[in-house]
């Protein structure tokens, strides 16, 4: 039985041209002009017709292969595969070919037994990918379960990472990589040629065994980005319940003023500069932690604690998840003047300044304080947008690695800094007026300073040449025991023995 739907994200039928052929069929003659290539074109089969092997079948032939595919239906199914591909019974279709790939789920090996003869001494690729239950429950992989029903055959795992869209679309950047395994190395050295000339990129993953791994990489759901994620979900509800106790539960309690319409945009407005700004410290703060703890130890090959070592690779998805709460905040910056409260509250401050015989109301400081405020947040959030954009793989691939780190590192930086003014600009002076301590509760722009100041001053102290220069001469290797001492010969002789880094 074949399978109709292997893969989770399956495709449609591609319109428009797909990529050119990745295999050409002509050779360059003596005299420079094109001749039709005398060898053959290879031949490869496909058992089953789901999304999948349909998906596999149309970049087959785009790439230059001839492509022959086995089904229990060929009259029903054969038009929903490419024209150039030939469609059979799954006898004939094991045949010819050297190398087939078997897009069937797990539970329909079994059906293939009776082909063990014409399968004989072929490659099968397995390309299925089991459910999570499934994966908790067979202590086998798919792949190694394949190889034991058939062992006389070289089975290799590959493409059970690849999506069928993208077999249709052709591999884009992030998305090229194909991780390969199997026990045979000419059947393996065979697939990983017939991937390159796919145009994805494949990687060795080794023996048959390391099956299991990679059908389990489909299975997890972000995980490089749970812990970020549950981290910045914890400094929102601190925040919000924070900004809910001081800006709407103190008017209702003391001055009886109800003003729990502010939850839905207000309230999150004002909570979400504070976790974008204290994510973007965070960002940075692991790198001073680490810088300390060289300087402490006087050497750069003592590893990091743990907590350290994990804080350091989730950087990336600590300030995208930073750039967007405040992208966020930009917009709903934006509504804000557009809810019915803003208009009353203008209504209601013009009728007081009739009232109160005012027909000018200019506050120079205040005016100067929010186009600065407005200004500070405009760059700091442009240069949050650069940093999101360069850690797009294809962004980083076209940098050297001087350029991403001066993109990240120091004008990440520079974007700390801008937020830290920002933040000062709206504070401005309410962090020294009494009524501003609401249930005795500091103002919320005093809370998130902590961090950034930390880093920010450290970053200073960094700077001082006594700092530096140490940590400079660590990080190229000087140790702090005298183990590495970086010294000159003291002869001419023994200068010209010794080797030059």
């Known amino acids: 039985m074949e399978d109709h739907s292997l893969h989770p994200q399956s495709a449609t039928k591609a319109s428009g041209k797909m990529d050119k052929p990745l295999i050409s069929r002509h050779l360059m003659d003596s005299d420079g002009s094109l001749a039709e290539a005398p060898i053959e074109v290879p031949k490869v089969g496909i058992l089953g017709s789901g999304d999948f092997a349909r998906s596999l079948a149309t970049r087959l032939v785009d790439s230059g292969f001839s492509v022959v595919v086995g089904s229990r239906n060929p009259k029903r199914t054969a038009g929903l595969f490419p024209s150039a591909a030939r469609v059979t019974f799954q006898k004939e279709a094991v045949g010819s070919p050297e190398v087939i790939f078997v897009a069937m789920f797990r539970e329909h090996y079994s059906t293939l037994c009776g082909l063990s003869d014409q399968l004989t001494g072929k490659i099968l690729v397995d390309v299925s990918n089991p459910t999570e239950q499934e994966h908790l429950r067979n202590h086998e992989s798919n792949a190694e379960y394949l190889a034991s029903l058939f062992p ?27 991780p390969i395994c199997g026990d045979q190395l000419e059947a393996k050295r065979t697939v990983l040629e017939m991937v390159r000339a796919m145009g994805f990129a494949p990687v060795d993953m080794g023996s048959l065994a390391s099956a299991r791994e990679l059908e389990a ?17 914890g400094l929102f509800v601190f925040f919000y319940i ?8 103190q008017p209702y309690v003391q001055q009886g003023k109800n003003r729990f319409y502010k939850l839905p945009v207000s309230v999150v407005n004002m909570t979400l500069p504070c ?9 940075y703060l692991p790198g001073v932690l680490a810088a300390a703890l060289q300087l402490r130890r006087g050497t750069k090959y003592r590893r990091f604690p743990d907590w350290l070592d994990h804080w350091l690779q989730h950087r990336k998805q600590i300030g995208l998840l930073s750039f967007f709460c405040a992208a966020l905040h930009a917009l709903y910056s934006f509504c804000l003047p557009l809810r019915r409260s803003h208009r009353y509250d203008l209504v209601n401050l013009a009728v007081e300044q009739v009232l109160a015989n005012k027909s000018h109301l200019w506050k120079e400081e205040e005016v100067w ?8 947040g405009v760059l700091a959030l442009g240069t949050l947008s650069l940093l999101a954009v360069t850690s797009l793989p294809s962004v980083a691939n ?12 120091t004008l990440g930086f520079v974007g700390l800094v801008l937020s830290t003014l920002h933040t000062l600009t709206y504070g401005w002076t309410r962090a020294f007026e009494e009524s501003r301590y ?38 190229r290797g000087w140790e702090k025991d005298g183990a590495i001492n970086f010294t000159r010969p003291v002869d001419h002789a023994l200068a010209q023995k010794t080797s030059h880094v």
């Open 275 to 283: 976790v974008a700004y204290v994510l973007l410290s965070l960002v």
């Open 217 to 233: 990489m489909p299975l997890r759901l972000l995980p490089g980005w749970k812990v970020p994620a549950f981290l910045a979900l």
């Open 398 to 409: 076209s940098l050297n690695w001087r350029e991403f780190s001066f993109v990240q590192s």
């Open 369 to 376: 304080r929010m186009e600065i405020y407005l200004s500070l």
């Open 242 to 249: 924070y900004n809910f106790v001081r800006d709407v539960l």
């Open 152 to 178: 006389t055959c070289a089975v290799v795992k590959a493409f059970n990472v690849i999506s069928a869209w993208t077999l249709q679309a052709g591999p884009r950047d992030g998305n090229r990589q194909v």
């Open 438 to 475: 609401k249930f005795y509760l500091p103002p919320t722009f005093t809370l998130t300073l902590l961090v950034p100041c930390v880093v920010i001053l450290a970053k200073g102290l960094f700077l001082l040449p006594c700092f530096s220069r140490r940590l400079t001469k660590i990080r």
